[in-house]
């Protein structure tokens, strides 16, 4: 009697060079805490390089006490914002993604989207961790990515926020996302490819709408 062959784990870092395969090895065999871990400690550093380069105390005259106190805020902040946000993110989103399934009637788990998830936020602190590299090289932008077309284009305003959500990273995740929703999901092509697009969307609503209150305020 012959055995079937055991699917492969799918691998973290494969999600660039194969990730249709990492799909496919996601729906058969989905791996969550190993990847999350490394995910973490990725965005731990990625958030920590970032916060470096903020001055918490811009042009205000500090003590050298309170300036090792920045530090120390800048350490912490960086340790709490890469543990929740990858797993508030990507909870998040596997949540969202469920209620669809069920609504649309696929047969997918709970733990087959959020290690799909997980899996693709590799993108995200890798964009997170080049960006933060490039600041410290050239210097901040002000909150901009190098890799979007707002650190490119300086613009202001609405615009700019438009300009800074258009990032080449942001736009590698949509793409593994659609996939992802239709390998993992068995989404529909025209289904899997809307669902990310509207979260862009609101995405770039939201940050029009903050810079309107902004402009508001400052006004």
Do not use: C, H
């Not at 920590?48 to 120390?72: A, P, Q, Y």
């Not at 025209?190 to 902004?214: N, S």
């Amino acid at each position: 009697m012959s055995m079937n062959k055991e699917v492969e784990k799918p691998s973290l870092f494969g999600m660039i060079t194969s990730p249709t395969e990492q799909f496919r090895r996601i729906k058969e065999r989905p791996k969550i805490w190993g990847p999350m871990a490394i995910i973490v400690v990725l965005f731990i550093i990625g958030s920590w390089l970032n916060m470096r380069e903020m001055d918490l105390f811009s042009g205000m005259e500090v003590d050298e006490e309170l300036l090792k106190l920045s530090e120390t805020f800048k350490v912490i902040g960086a340790i709490v914002g890469g543990v929740l946000g990858p797993l508030l993110g990507v909870l998040f989103s596997s949540a969202v993604y469920l209620l669809i399934s069920k609504i649309v009637e696929k047969n997918v788990s709970f733990r087959q989207l959020f290690s799909m998830n997980t899996f693709i936020s590799l993108i995200t602190v890798i964009g997170l961790i080049l960006n933060a590299g490039l600041s410290s090289l050239f210097g901040d932008l002000n909150g901009v990515f190098y890799t979007s077309l707002g650190g490119i284009v300086n613009a202001s305003g609405g615009l700019g926020v438009i300009f800074s959500s258009l990032e080449i990273f942001s736009i590698w995740k949509l793409i593994l996302t659609a996939i992802g929703l239709q390998k993992v999901a068995g989404y529909s092509k025209g289904l899997a490819w809307t669902i990310p697009i509207v979260f862009v969307v609101a995405g770039l609503i939201f940050g029009l709408m903050g810079e309107g209150l902004t402009g508001i305020v400052e006004g």
